[in-house]
């Protein structure tokens, strides 16, 4: 199995709904990452979850809030969100070696819209 | 700072061969890697240099040179379904941040 996956593929939202976002993968990497795409921008990290714990946080306003309840699973909360929020959301994962994390594999992405 | 640069656009004929340049500067290395990304579809490697040298896969090879900076991603006899965006991502010296370029828009002709 060498695949990401997110759930859902689409998501339309409001500014004060609350909603996840959701990533799984099942090749046994370790390291999960969280990551924001503009229209024919490339994509933005904003949080690294390695071995399960927080290790990077971009700068992300606090309405974006991230969980990785297993090795498994990595979620994004949101809540009150802004329409300039709108965006490909994209989940990744990798392994990791004694040199940092191998190479990236991308989930097929979360495109949201918030109205 | 992190600074990577690529072309924002190019074009080249079916079938010819097309290098497509990426210039960091960043605060640490640790490897370039190359994403292909389709419209609407996330990004899938391609391949990844850590050392100076090409390394080749297929109609894909891909070049670095630490000293310089520098790196570029050739793809030969190009085909139309290479129309795509060609990303390169520093890894920095810590290892878990992957930075990304502009991406290059390349469109491949009949």
């Known amino acids: 199995d060498t695949e990401v996956t997110q759930t859902p593929k689409h998501l339309v939202m409001g500014m004060t709904n609350k909603k996840s976002l959701k990533c799984e993968q099942h090749m046994g990497h370790r390291a999960m990452y969280w990551y924001k795409q503009k229209a024919k921008k490339p994509p933005e990290l904003m949080f690294v979850y390695s071995y399960e714990k927080l290790s990077i946080n971009e700068s992300v306003p606090s309405r974006f809030s991230p969980e990785c309840p297993n090795s498994s699973l990595l979620n994004l909360h949101l809540h009150a969100l802004q329409p300039e929020d709108s965006a490909l959301y994209l989940c990744?994962?990798?392994?990791?070696?004694?040199?940092?994390?191998?190479?990236?594999?991308f989930g097929p992405g979360t495109r949201l819209l918030v109205l | 700072g992190q600074n990577i640069d690529q072309p924002t656009e190019m074009t080249a004929t079916e079938g010819a061969i097309v290098q497509i340049n990426c210039t960091y500067q960043?605060?640490?290395?640790?490897?370039l890697f190359w994403y292909q990304q389709h419209a609407g579809e996330a990004p899938t490697f391609l391949s990844y240099n850590v050392l100076d040298g090409l390394e080749e896969k297929g109609r894909f090879s891909s070049f670095l040179s630490r000293s310089k900076g520098y790196s570029y991603l050739l793809l030969k006899e190009l085909q139309m379904k290479d129309s795509a965006s060609y990303l390169c991502a520093v890894r920095d010296n810590y290892g878990q941040n992957f930075v990304f370029g502009p991406g290059t828009r390349l469109s491949v002709l009949p």
């Open positions: 960043t605060s640490g290395f640790n490897g």
């Open positions: 990744a994962s990798s392994q990791v070696s004694r040199g940092g994390p191998e190479t990236q594999y």
